[in-house]
């Protein structure tokens, strides 16, 4: 998301950026772009008033007019009041120790993801160490509570589930099931409605007293835009928020949400919701989106994505493969997969500073790599294993199975020969082997 107003931002910081010399008018003009800018992204009116306000009053003072850099100078102001907006400093649960049980109430509209994205979070809380438990309470939806189930059975996480139509008695008995069984925290999924009704707020107004939240999480859909502010405020109002979850943040949507929901509630995003993979739910840290949206990149996520794929161990293994040139086609595979546990090869383009905006998604030929590993996936672990035994008879079996041709598959071994090749050569560059493990294997 966000390719316009990146792309708008990214012009203002390469035209005003290197500017030895900047003027008021200079200013006015830059400002002026960026009103209609965060206008056309859907950002509420009365926060683009405050923060060209803020910005012009700040950009005109004697600090930037007489800086030894005005350009730059005037571009921090601008992503300073960007990260103003979005939040100023990342948002952590308020979850209590492992002794005691913390409850997450997650409530909003029928469409928004909430049931997946409580899934989401489930997952990530077990990979840092806790024990939750879902508690499918959303008995308005048809199959909200089996999704749930699916989900949790996928990710490794029970789910408390009741033949019952009264929500706030699941919602008690799923406090004293995850009290005897040792669950540090309970993941709330309430009913949602198509719009906000005064049976949905009753229903969770309850729960919320029963079971005294640490946090009460709205999941909103970024693509509604002004929509999710006004469904945040409204059911802040009536409910009372702690956090945020926008979905759909890997969408074409504006941007408006993520940009005036912090200043409309003054409730903290917690979270973005950036694929369909249950993996796909990364913390929301303002001065990396802001960073994003002038174009300037976001290296510290992009990292952080490829260090979650690759385990310290597999990584000195594969180093000590590509020495021996011994990689095979299942390493390969695996590093393909790696690939793509980190995302869309669009938002990672889009962490990188002045790649964002740049290269359209239909744009980017993503087939090839499910075609590779297709044709990997329908070898036999001994054709893995040593790509000398593939002749012309196993070739036409494997182009079969994958739905390609022969002429892919020999392209494809052709290519692993060359991959083995480079990677023996940069095995003995200590320095370079150790930039590619720290990216993840990313040698292809």
């Known amino acids: 998301m966000l390719e316009k107003l990146t792309g708008t931002f990214s012009d203002i910081v390469r035209r005003i950026g290197g500017k030895s010399q900047i003027s008021e008018k200079n200013i006015e003009d830059a400002v002026e772009e960026i009103k209609i800018a965060l206008l056309e992204a859907d950002v509420n009116l009365r926060v683009v008033r405050r923060f060209v306000n803020a910005t012009i009053e700040e950009a005109k003072g004697e600090k930037v007019l007489r800086a030894v850099d005005p350009g730059q100078q005037f571009i921090k102001i601008v992503h300073d009041r960007i990260v103003a907006l979005l939040g100023d400093e990342r948002q952590e649960l308020r979850l209590k120790g492992p002794d005691t049980q913390s409850v997450i109430l997650f409530l909003g509209l029928q469409g928004s993801g909430k049931t997946t994205s409580a899934a989401k979070l489930a997952a990530r ?17 048809p199959a909200a509570i089996e999704q749930l189930c699916v989900l949790g059975e996928k990710i490794g996480v029970s789910v408390y589930r009741e033949e019952s139509r009264d929500a706030l008695k699941v919602a008690k008995n799923a ?3 995850a009290k005897k069984n040792g669950f540090d ?4 999924d309430t009913a949602g ?5 005064e049976a949905m707020v009753g229903e969770i107004v309850a729960i919320q007293k029963a079971l005294s939240p640490v946090e009460t999480v709205l999941v909103a859909d970024a693509m509604t835009g002004q929509n999710a502010v006004d469904i945040a405020k409204t059911f802040d109002e009536k409910v009372g928020l702690t956090g945020i979850i926008l979905t759909k943040f890997d969408s074409d949507a504006r941007g408006g949400a993520a940009l005036s929901l912090r200043s409309i509630t003054g409730k903290p995003i917690l979270f973005i919701g950036v694929g369909e993979n249950i993996d796909d739910l990364e913390p929301f840290y303002p001065d990396r989106l802001a960073g994003r949206i002038l174009g300037m990149g976001d290296i510290v996520s992009l990292v952080e994505k490829a260090q979650e794929t690759i385990d310290v161990k597999e990584a000195a293994e594969l180093q000590k493969k590509m020495a021996k040139e011994t990689f095979d086609l299942q390493d390969m595979l695996d590093q393909l997969e790696r690939v793509d546990k980190m995302g869309s090869i669009q938002s990672m383009l889009d962490m990188i500073p002045g790649m964002a905006g740049q290269i359209n998604e239909e744009d980017l030929d993503t087939s090839a790599l499910k075609s590779q590993k297709a044709i990997i996936q329908s070898m036999s672990k001994k054709e893995r294993g040593n790509h000398l035994i593939i002749g012309p008879s196993r070739r036409k079996r494997i182009a079969r199975g994958s739905g390609t041709s022969v002429g892919e598959v020999n392209k494809l071994i052709k290519q692993f020969v060359k991959t083995r090749q480079t990677m023996r050569k940069m095995s003995k560059n200590k320095g370079m082997a150790a930039k590619m493990m720290g990216m ?5």
Do not use: N
């Open 125 to 141: 809380l077990l990979r840092e160490g806790r024990k939750p438990l879902l508690a499918a309470c959303d008995l308005v939806r």
């Open 440 to 444: 993840g294997g990313l040698g292809f």
């Open 193 to 197: 409605r198509l719009q906000i009704d």
């Open 185 to 188: 925290t309970l993941i709330v």
């Open 175 to 177: 406090l004293v099931h």
